[in-house]
């Protein structure tokens, strides 16, 4: 499911790290870099408050951490902005080499 997000570039990588706190304005910004989706998956590396209290009130969002992500948030989520930890996380979580990830970003 995920391969087909890329193939349709439905997938694009973002910096979590910007979020000392938590930002309506800076999640509004990051997603108006995205083209404003109207639905939005946030795929994370680990759980990360600041995050997940800047985008909670959006609706239409949703912030997983790579462990807990299923098949369904992928298929509803919309457009993935994914950190790429948290890629690699997936990546090892279902048995893929790190190599053909980083292929598939790129």
Same mark, same amino acid.
């Given at each position: 499911m995920l391969c087909g997000k890329f193939q349709d570039s439905?997938?694009?990588? +973002?910096?979590?790290? &910007? +979020?000392?706190?938590?930002s309506a304005k800076a999640a509004r910004e990051l997603l108006a870099k995205a083209g404003s989706p109207r639905r939005a998956l946030i795929v994370l590396?680990?759980?990360?408050?600041?995050?997940? $209290?800047? +985008?909670r009130n959006f609706? &239409?969002? $949703?912030?997983?951490?790579?462990?807990e992500l299923c098949a369904y948030d992928v298929i509803s989520g919309g457009l993935v902005l994914a950190?790429? =930890? =948290?890629?690699?996380?997936l990546a090892t979580?279902? &048995?893929v080499s790190a190599k053909a990830t980083a292929g598939g970003v790129a």
């Open positions: 439905e997938v694009a990588l +973002f910096d979590a790290s &910007g +979020f000392d706190a938590p590396a680990q759980p990360n408050v600041n995050v997940w $209290k800047s +985008f609706p &239409g969002l $949703k912030v997983r951490t790579a462990l950190e790429s =930890a =948290a890629l690699e996380a979580r279902v &048995g």
